[in-house]
């Protein structure tokens, strides 16, 4: 199973980073072993002091496929959720400054965060309102809407280049209100209201 992350895919989140819009979309991926399994909490890595959270929407592929059309795109998911794209953002500061690859920052044990799965049958993710809440504070609310490189492309673009296998995974990017989290934090995800994401940092 792979984690394919859309990266500056919202362009209020691509301004507040400083980074200019691609006329395709950023691609990146995380390892399986970054899915977060820690029933209790995220525990912050020793070697960054300054993680961020980054609320996405995510979908879950369940067909092969390559070479796929947008009008086909979403027959290629059927379950979605949001998830949390845990970034060390000193780590990729410093890696984007000597121009070399992200993963350490952003494929790193525990930082893919997935939330409770719905049917998209249910919903419409061309329009889906999505909320990210730290200590219940309204912290991310983005609108699937506003998305640079809506879902349909995302799903052509990546698979031109990688083949998509059941059950991999695909984070489309965040909108803006990206911040850092500290031990004692507890981050709660929701789409359309509906809580499905609950973590605590420590
Ligand atoms: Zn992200």
């Given at each position: 199973?792979?984690?394919i992350c859309?990266g500056?895919?919202?362009?209020?989140?691509?301004?507040?980073?400083?980074n200019?819009?691609q006329?395709?979309?950023?691609?990146?991926?995380?390892p399986d072993?970054?899915i977060f399994?820690?029933?209790d909490a995220?525990?912050?890595?020793?070697?960054?002091t300054d993680?961020?959270y980054?609320?996405?929407?995510?979908?879950r592929i369940n067909?092969l496929g390559?070479?796929?059309?947008p009008?086909?795109?979403?027959k290629?998911?059927?379950?979605f959720?949001?998830?949390i794209?845990?970034?060390?953002?000193?780590?990729?500061?410093?890696?984007k400054?000597?121009?070399?690859?992200?993963?350490?920052?952003?494929?790193?044990?525990?930082?893919?965060?997935?939330g409770?799965?719905?049917?998209?049958?249910?919903?419409?993710?061309?329009?889906?309102?999505?909320?990210?809440?730290k200590?219940?504070?309204?912290v991310?609310?983005?609108?699937t809407?506003?998305?640079l490189?809506?879902?349909?492309?995302?799903?052509?673009?990546?698979?031109?280049?990688?083949?998509?296998?059941?059950?991999?995974?695909?984070?489309?990017g965040?909108?803006?209100?990206?911040?850092?989290v500290?031990g004692?934090d507890?981050?709660?995800g929701?789409i359309?209201g509906?809580?499905?994401?609950?973590?605590?940092?420590?």
């Amino acid at each position: 199973m792979k984690i394919i992350c859309i990266g500056r895919n919202y362009a209020a989140h691509a301004a507040e980073l400083g980074n200019e819009i691609q006329k395709d979309p950023v691609i990146f991926m995380k390892p399986d072993s970054a899915i977060f399994r820690q029933r209790d909490a995220f525990y912050i890595p020793d070697w960054t002091t300054d993680v961020h959270y980054e609320l996405e929407v995510v979908i879950r592929i369940n067909r092969l496929g390559k070479n796929i059309e947008p009008k086909f795109a979403s027959k290629y998911y059927s379950d979605f959720t949001v998830g949390i794209d845990f970034t060390a953002r000193d780590v990729q500061a410093e890696l984007k400054n000597k121009g070399l690859p992200w993963e350490k920052a952003k494929g790193f044990d525990q930082s893919a965060v997935l939330g409770e799965f719905l049917s998209t049958s249910d919903y419409d993710l061309t329009n889906l309102n999505f909320q990210l809440k730290k200590n219940g504070e309204l912290v991310q609310d983005g609108n699937t809407s506003l998305m640079l490189h809506p879902i349909a492309q995302i799903i052509e673009h990546t698979s031109k280049y990688f083949t998509l296998k059941i059950g991999d995974i695909i984070f489309t990017g965040t909108p803006e209100g990206v911040g850092p989290v500290s031990g004692g934090d507890v981050l709660e995800g929701y789409i359309e209201g509906k809580k499905v994401l609950h973590v605590k940092v420590k």
